[in-house]
């Protein structure tokens, strides 16, 4: 309970010093978790090779995720330490509010909250000194009522509230507060994570001033962007500390705020998966061999069982937790050679593990960017198969990066959507017409936040099914892209390059011998028009379709994005803008 005296007498402004203490220490925690992984390991292990180096790495980013793991719990420190000191200023001014009413009056506000006067009515001669408490008068002497005993039990009863603010308040911070530990070596464990989560969960609950309803929903990224920027820091630091998944959703917020949201995200959601993981039962013997008089093998009945209560959900988590590993790959920088040493780090620009999963990594950021690529996958594409995603973009920018004559270039994959799988899914245009208005506004927030005084010069790339989503995008609503470019494109659900939205002549595309899918796809994905008796479907690589045919020098449906090939170059080329430089091919 606290007293009178106690929230009478509290500085709030030394928990808010707290508060800001720990607030610098989570910021030098990220800032050594980054230095860490983008300088000091990258150098490292860019510049020698060898099982010693390889072991020196891996304890650095061992070091890294404990950074991030501190940054992340000291971040909810500073903010219940904000959340508590708001509440109990709240609390004290209407304490010291009901203090100075009643004193204005010539009441006595006593130290243990009563409230007392002295009663010169004759009526009660041997007891003129009355108080009362907050919904708990004093006994009174004397039968006729007293005229200030109503007025004196509003104030005590104004103190009494005020009271009882700051103690559940107290009550309500302390609780979540004594959740928030770390352990004192340098590996953080799977079980600290998830237990950041319920941390975070422990926080929010208690800290009525970060609400979740005030966090944008439906919005256009130009009114995300505008919200963001009318929080203070503080607001901001307590969004992304209580709400990561929400900001690191939000279209048009800056590229560091969505990637510090969505890094924590993933690091929980990491933890949290592999510990569901290792809770499922052993995998049962599956084949049973066959007896004499039936040698035929069956499965066994432990294993249908076993497989109807577990089998999807191990699937789901194996892919989602493959996913996330190459992610966590990525700001290693594990896949470069070395020799590249200029690979920019990266940023977590949306991220879910949910159902396929969905996940936007940068290259680079494209808020500062002068170039910017978009890349969409097509069939197939998820979080379980993410890496080679990644890869392709990580091409792309070394061969952007070469063309860019020392301008900046971001490359950013964007699985932002439920592409479709396997091989009767594809048939269906419902997955690139559901997906293309979430690629509007992922591209109509890279627009919002782009930070420097020239727009940028903002390419959009598809491969495969990904075209038709790009197609379906352009269709639907305003693409808001400087470039198209369609790689092994079955069609784009319009039949000429002016009807997509771009600038006339900036529709690019490639298609590489011994890719079939364009030849297979047009039938599905292919504008139809009818030409006297007979129905034509036009795809980007028809002459009639009006794009730019780029020379290939890759075979197949996969090889666009080969290191050193001329199909790669042609599409950096297009990425920083050299149309002059783009080798041209048949079409």
């Known amino acids: 309970m606290v007293t009178f005296d106690q929230l009478r007498d509290l500085r709030p402004a030394e928990l808010e010093d707290a508060a800001d203490g720990w607030h610098r220490l989570s910021s030098a925690a990220g800032t050594a978790k980054g230095r860490v ?28 995720r404990s950074c991030h793991h501190a940054q992340v719990e000291t971040g909810l420190i500073r903010t219940a330490l904000n959340g508590l000191a708001g509440e109990l200023r709240s609390a004290q001014k209407k304490l010291a509010d009901a203090v100075a009413d009643a004193e204005a009056e010539q009441f006595t506000v006593k130290s243990d909250g009563s409230v007392h006067w002295v009663d010169k009515d004759p009526a009660a001669p041997l007891a003129p000194h009355q108080s009362v408490r907050g919904s708990r008068p004093s006994m009174v ?46 590996n953080v464990s799977d079980a600290e994570w998830v237990d950041a989560q319920r941390d975070m969960a422990a926080v929010r609950g208690a800290a009525d001033h970060v609400p979740a309803g005030d966090i944008p929903k439906g919005k256009s990224p130009k009114e995300n962007a505008d919200w963001w920027k009318g929080l203070s820091q503080d607001e901001q630091a307590d969004y992304i500390a209580l709400h990561p998944a929400s900001v690191g959703a939000l279209d048009g917020l800056p590229a560091t705020v969505r990637d510090e949201a969505n890094r924590a995200v993933l690091a929980e959601k990491r933890a949290d998966y592999q510990t569901q993981l290792n809770a499922i039962p052993p995998e049962p013997i599956k084949i049973q061999p066959g007896r004499v008089g039936s040698p035929i093998a069956t499965r066994t009945a432990e294993w249908i069982a076993w497989d109807k209560k577990w089998g999807d959900k191990r699937s789901q988590l194996e892919a989602s937790l493959k996913g996330m590993g190459d992610i966590q790959n990525r700001f290693a920088r594990k896949d470069l050679e070395p020799g590249e040493k200029r690979f920019p780090r990266a940023y977590l620009l949306a991220f879910s593990p949910e159902g396929r999963g969905r996940a936007v990594i940068a290259n680079g950021n ?59 899914q594809p048939a269906s245009s419902e997955y690139a ?16 936040s782009h930070a420097t005084d ?99 020098d890759t075979d197949g449906h996969s090889g666009y994005w080969d290191t050193d090939s001329g199909s790669l170059k042609n599409q950096a080329l297009v990425v920083v803008g050299k149309y002059g430089d783009v080798e041209k091919g048949s079409g």
């Open 141 to 186: 002497i004397g039968s006729d009522p007293d005229p200030k005993r109503a007025k004196a039990q509003e104030y005590a009863d104004r103190i009494g509230a005020a009271l009882s603010e700051a103690t559940e308040a107290d009550a309500r911070y302390a609780q979540a507060l004594g959740r928030l530990h770390a352990d004192s070596d340098l």
């Open 433 to 448: 017409n559901n997906g293309a208005p979430h690629l509007n506004t992922f591209v109509d927030g890279i627009r919002a």
């Open 366 to 424: 494209p808020d500062t960017a002068d170039h910017t690529a978009v890349y969409v996958p097509g069939t197939d594409a998820g979080l379980g198969n993410f890496a080679h995603d990644i890869k392709r973009m990580t091409n792309l920018w070394l061969a952007a990066n070469s063309e860019a004559d020392g301008k900046s270039v971001s490359t950013i994959t964007w699985l932002g959507y439920d592409a479709p799988q396997g091989i009767k």
């Open 37 to 64: 992984t983008d300088e000091i390991a990258t150098r490292l292990q860019l510049a020698v090779t060898g099982e010693g180096v390889d072991a020196a790495v891996e304890r650095l980013h061992d070091l890294a």
């Open 454 to 552: 020239s727009p940028g010069h903002l390419t959009v790339t598809g491969h495969s099914y990904g075209t038709t989503l790009v197609g379906s995008a352009a269709r639907q609503g305003d693409l808001h892209a400087d470039d198209i470019v369609t790689l092994g494109s079955p069609g784009v659900q319009v039949g000429r390059a002016t009807d997509l939205d771009v600038p006339k002549g900036h529709v690019w595309n490639e298609e590489a011998d011994g890719d079939k899918i364009p030849g297979l796809g047009r039938y599905v994905h292919g504008h139809r028009e009818q030409i006297l008796d007979t129905a034509v479907y036009i795809i980007p690589s028809d002459r009639v379709f009006g794009a730019h045919q780029m020379r290939t």
